[in-house]
């Protein structure tokens, strides 16, 4: 198995160990690659994301990692950037250049109602905040809430261009049926909408494995049916653990890419030396 970990995070944000002790812990696995994508600072105060002023440490760490694991492993620096409207996000650009990244992966946990400037409805975390956003960003209207969430996925798309997509689906995780199901007509042409988005700009889309392996959701981000849309419209895929500490670097790796196989994906996308390519499913799988 050719195992790849692009979207890790280490102790610079909310991951549990250094970069140098992922590394070690990747190589002992059999690793080609790793990418270190710390969640990129936001403008107030969190316990999950990296602090602006550790951005430039940051990129000195996967430099000093990569010269000193240049003969085991390729590594890569990345970050996982959330995409905030009404003003909150720094630009992707502006990160790439601050901390000179081989790629960036855009998120959305934080969802905002323009009409609620003071708010933003944090989809992970503990399930009851769920609740919570959904009244104090948008009155309890959950079609209008999970709406916002896509828009963001799409403006992140058209405004900011990220490499990859992080758990695009991951609206649904502390839903868990309870406000909404997932098979809903309205919810089902937000999903087509933000694909065709997608599909448009060409970026690459994850599959997510640690809901399932952290027991938080049952499937992987996003699901089986938004995989195979992808594969059926010629989004490119790739596998993500979001690995936070350094013995979940291949967690369900192997059973996303089955399951991307049994779907009818023949390809990962797969980062190397400065590019993305298109890595066949069965050199993965070797």
């Known amino acids: ?51 602006f002023d550790d951005v430039i440490a940051y990129a000195s760490e996967v430099k000093r990692c990569k010269a000193l694991f240049a003969d085991e492993i390729k590594i890569y620096a990345a970050l996982e950037a959330d995409y905030i409207p009404v003003g909150n996000s720094v630009s992707y650009d502006a990160w790439r250049q601050m901390a000179d990244l081989d790629y960036i992966i855009g998120s959305v946990h934080l969802v905002a109602n323009p009409s609620v400037p003071d708010e933003l409805w944090f989809l992970d975390g503990p399930a009851e905040n769920y609740e919570k956003g959904i009244n104090a960003c948008f009155g309890g209207d959950v079609k209008k809430a999970v709406g916002q969430f ?38 089902l042409d937000l999903v087509e909408e933000t694909l065709r988005v997608v599909a ?29 849309r992808c ?49 066949p499913i069965s050199d993965v799988l070797k």
């Open 150 to 187: 896509y828009k963001q996925i799409q403006d992140m798309v058209k405004f900011q261009k990220p490499d990859v997509i992080a758990h695009m689906d991951k609206v649904v995780m502390n839903n868990k049926g309870r406000f909404y199901k997932g098979d809903e007509d309205w919810y």
């Open 200 to 228: 448009q700009y060409g970026t690459i889309v994850e599959v997510n494995t640690r809901g399932i392996y952290r027991g938080k959701y049952h499937t992987f981000f996003p699901n089986e049916q938004i995989i195979k």
């Open 1 to 51: 198995m050719n195992y790849f970990s692009f979207h890790t995070h280490s102790d610079f944000c909310d991951g549990k160990t250094s970069m140098e002790e992922v590394c070690k812990r990747a190589i002992e696995l059999g690793l080609s690659a790793v990418g270190f994508s710390s969640h990129a600072p936001v403008p107030f105060k969190t316990k999950w994301a990296m602090q």
């Open 231 to 279: 594969v059926d419209i010629g989004i490119p895929l790739t596998v993500s653990v979001d690995a936070h500490h350094p013995d979940e670097l291949t967690a369900e790796f192997e059973t996303a890419v089955l399951v991307v196989e049994k779907l009818g994906g023949k390809d990962l996308a797969y980062f190397n030396d400065g590019k993305w390519e298109q890595l």
